[in-house]
């Protein structure tokens, strides 16, 4: 199935993977002729067939929205290793070389988990510690950082987010997920409002310079002053979005198979292109929406 719409054009935009954060990014973009496709509509496995694609299509930007999360958690990647590979990594530096070499702008849509611990706010250039050479990571972040120390050399933006939030009900955002959970371990971590995340990109797309895009390219596009769970439960309460049930626990007392990330990201970089909003501001935003949509 494909979609389009047209508004301010300014590019023309591809956006690749119709899941949550891809069809987001469709809904909430402003300035730009966007398409989007599944993998299912184009097999972008296969640098010919996107190509082809492409050159068809006269895009300016491609956009990388998909990839491997696991259902119902990244839990789901440590039984399906090479899935999660193929489209982690093997199949987004296709993409990106099928980029380079048409010369289309390429935005990689990928992820912060790639750090553990709370000694500092990690930087775009600060080396994963909860990545591909970390016993104790799980296979998606492994993933997740392969795909950056491959792409090193190519022209790409990356744009790293977490625990994306957005003013529905989609079993996806952050909020239904934590509204849904019983037991919660009470880490500060770093979060992304995706309308915030699509006006990111917008920016980002309004920059002509050719070296603005060249090379590789990381930002931390998270929202900054990242809460703690009990903070953020707290005015989902004052919002009644609470679950009576909820019970403040460790990590080691849940029922998971693969460690998971907790860390806060830098967002100095980030903030050069756009200022984005504080976490508390962005969640009562969230919330205020969800309710009044009730």
Known sequence: MILKHT?????????????????????????????????????????????KYLLDGGYD???????????????????KKALCWDLNVAVPLTINRVCNNLGIKYIHISSGCIYGGYTKDYTEIDNPNFGLFDDESSWYSKTKHAFELMSKQMDIKILRIRMPITPDMNPRNYLVKIKNYDNLITNVNSKTYIPDLSQF???????????????????????????????LT????????????????????LNIIA????????????????KLRPERDIVITALTVINNER
């Open 7 to 51: 508004l301010k054009v300014n590019s023309k935009v591809l956006i690749l993977g119709k899941g949550y954060i891809g069809c987001s990014l469709f809904n909430q973009m402003k300035n730009a002729s966007l398409m989007i496709v599944s993998r299912d509509y184009l097999d972008y496995h296969s640098p010919q067939i996107l190509t």
């Open 61 to 79: 930007v491609v956009i990388n929205a998909a990839g491997f999360t696991g259902r119902p958690n990244v839990d789901e990647a440590e039984s």
């Open 201 to 231: 990109v917008d920016v980002l797309l309004s920059k002509e310079s050719p070296f603005f895009w060249k090379g590789q390219d990381v930002y931390n596009v998270v929202n900054p002053k990242p809460m703690g769970v009990r903070e």
């Open 234 to 253: 707290g005015i989902m309460e004052v919002f009644k979005q609470n679950n009576p049930n909820w019970k403040f626990v460790e990590i080691k007392d």
């Open 259 to 274: 460690e998971r990330s907790n860390c806060v990201l830098d967002t100095t970089k980030a903030s050069h292109i756009l």
